[in-house]
């Protein structure tokens, strides 16, 4: 049984910092792609980021691109996202997910996460 559980979400004002993390089980990590989506309220999940196998294949989506870095674990089945320079629209429910193949959209995925809450306070 496939298992992604995020952890690290919390409130923080604009401007600051928050790491989220991922641990996987039930699956051989190093074969899936890894990714995280967000939800805020009353919106559709959106994309952003993903990476590949290793640490070559990073992706983000256009809203967050040089605030937040992807990265992984292999050896420890963990997922991180490490989130710079926050902003309010950032306030969102984040989920982890997983796929074997390219990681660009919610149909894409084969394994959730329940989410964690990220608050961003103007």
């Known amino acids: 049984q496939v298992q992604l559980v995020e952890s690290g979400g919390g409130l923080v004002q604009a401007g600051g910092s928050l790491r989220l993390s991922c641990a996987a089980s039930?699956?051989?990590?190093?074969?899936?792609?890894l990714g995280w989506f967000r939800q805020a309220p009353g919106k559709e999940r959106e994309f952003v980021a993903s990476?590949?196998?290793?640490?070559?294949?990073?992706y983000y989506a256009d809203s967050v691109k040089g605030r937040f870095t992807i990265s992984r674990d292999n050896a420890k089945n963990t997922v991180l996202l490490q989130m710079n320079s926050l902003k309010s629209e950032d306030t969102a429910v984040y989920y982890c997910?997983?796929?074997?193949?390219?990681?660009?959209?919610?149909?894409?995925?084969?394994?959730w996460g329940k989410g964690t809450l990220v608050t961003v306070s103007s």
């Open positions: 039930g699956l051989t990590f190093s074969n899936y792609r």
């Open positions: 990476i590949g196998y290793g640490w070559s294949g990073t």
């Open positions: 997910a997983t796929a074997r193949g390219a990681i660009r959209s919610p149909l894409d995925i084969q394994y």
